[in-house]
């Protein structure tokens, strides 16, 4: 019996180039020790700058995508900005992950919902990690507000480096063979893991590996916790090679949270 082919949705910034990329790339791997295989699909709403007032409007774009995707009767469907999320409230990526659910079943091809943000935290909490530090591209007040996000979900920011890139295609092509030096500088030695990207935009997964190497210790980035959340969104089990302990198999059938499963239709 042929190995079943899931398609995986993406709602992405016009501007964003990694998720595409990235999530293709964990996936790929996994279909190198698991049966089951993947199909990409996007749909893209219009930000070329990380500013409060682009990311609003381009939040208010997310229901046509999720419409467009359901059009094409993806299994899952991923939120790709994380900031987006956050910049809209305190635990918004529930509002959000429900309200884009509702629009699938109400297209009548009905698919759980990730957000990156929702899958920041949860993909924490599933490590267990109540502290951490983390690297972002943002602006200092957007980086102030995912940590403000993170504490508010029960996750402690011990330290952080926003690295201040205001163009997201710059951001796409921040180098990330730097960030696990950029890692090791932050006041790390009380956190239970290291976001190495805390933003779908900027390149982490190449890095990953080194950076828990180099730190000792879980390091996750949004791509990284999307695509556990996604897998168990499937219910198939979370794990990847070449993508850090999260995925690694020991949190392979870890349960999903009960704010990240699909509203009732």
């Known amino acids: 019996m042929p190995a079943r082919t899931y398609r995986i949705g993406q709602i992405v910034p016009s501007s964003n180039v990694t998720m595409e990329t990235e999530v293709p790339a964990i996936l790929r791997a996994r279909e190198t020790i698991a049966p089951e295989r993947f199909t ?3 749909s893209r709403m219009r930000m070329t700058h990380v500013t409060p007032e682009q990311l609003k409007a381009m939040d208010a774009d997310s229901d046509r995508c999720a419409v467009e995707l359901s059009d094409a009767a993806v299994d899952v469907l991923g939120y790709a900005c994380l900031v987006a999320i956050m910049s809209m ?12 659910h509702r629009r699938t079943v109400e297209n009548g091809a009905p698919a759980p919902v990730v957000t990156s943000a929702g899958a920041l935290v949860n993909g924490l909490h599933t490590l267990g990690a109540k502290k951490v530090a983390l690297v972002a591209p943002y ?6 507000t995912v940590v403000d996000y993170l504490t508010n979900e029960g996750i402690t920011v011990l330290d952080y480096e926003a690295l201040e890139i205001p ?3 710059d951001v796409a092509a921040h180098d990330p063979a730097r960030l696990p030096g950029i890692a090791k500088r932050l006041d790390h030695a009380d956190a239970d893991a290291v976001v190495l990207s ?17 730190l000792g210790k879980p390091v996750v980035s949004a791509a990284v916790c999307t695509v556990h959340q996604m897998l168990r969104s499937l219910d198939l089990p979370a794990l990847a090679p070449g993508a850090g302990h999260l ?19």
């Open 139 to 144: 602006l200092r007040p957007l980086t102030r």
């Open 198 to 214: 805390a933003c779908v935009q900027m390149p982490s997964l190449a890095a990953i590996d080194e950076a828990e190497q180099q």
């Open 247 to 265: 995925l690694s198999g020991a949190y392979a059938e870890a349960p999903l949270r009960a704010d990240t499963a699909p509203a009732a239709g």
């Open 40 to 42: 990409f699909h996007s």
């Open 167 to 169: 163009n997201n295609l």
């Open 89 to 100: 409230g305190h635990g918004y990526h529930r509002v959000s992950q429900q309200r884009l």
